[in-house]
């Protein structure tokens, strides 16, 4: 399997994922533990995340 261009580790910060989203134009980013994908993180997540934060204040 190739390696993805652009990808998180699994115990990145949701703001480091949105923060790559934003400079890398993506939508999606796998999310790798070493090698091995884990999932799949979509922007969609991060809006939701930073939404619950931002209204948890």
Avoid: C, Q, W
């Amino acid at each position: 399997m190739s390696e993805a261009e652009v990808s998180v580790d699994a115990e990145d910060s949701i703001l480091k994922a949105s923060h790559m989203m934003l400079h890398e134009d993506a939508y999606l980013l796998p999310v790798m533990e070493g090698e091995k994908l884990v999932g799949v993180v979509r922007m969609g997540d991060v809006f939701h995340e930073i939404t619950n934060a931002v209204l948890k204040l």
